[in-house]
């Protein structure tokens, strides 16, 4: 079972109304559907050409956070022992694209 915060990562301190937030959670997938969240993955901002933006790490509890422009991203997924995992998503001002990635063993 997953041992992470129950609503992701705080936005406390964050004005969501000025800022396009993109932001999750890597996690492992584990037997059965029980997953592990990924510590030390690396998650790439990838822009809508597939041009490097941004990367960070993923914290203990495998969250991650962008602050991005409006419009189409692409998160690119890098954790040990796993194939690299792209995922699209919509970045708007005033809104926050929750995004789980699931890496595979």
Request: with cysteine; aromatic share 6%; charged share 20%.
């Amino acid at each position: 079972m997953c041992g992470a915060t129950e609503g992701g990562l705080s936005l406390d301190g964050v004005n969501v109304a000025r800022e396009a937030v993109i932001q999750g959670q890597v996690l492992r997938a584990g037997a059965g559907e029980e997953s592990e969240p990924v510590a030390g993955a690396y998650v790439r901002l990838l822009d809508r050409s597939g041009e490097f933006t941004a990367e960070v790490p993923t914290s203990a509890t495998g969250h991650f956070r962008f602050f991005a422009g409006d419009g189409e991203w692409t998160l690119r997924t890098l954790a040990p022992k796993a194939q690299p995992v792209d995922t699209r998503v919509v970045a708007a001002t005033g809104s926050v694209a929750e995004v789980q990635v699931l890496v595979s063993a």
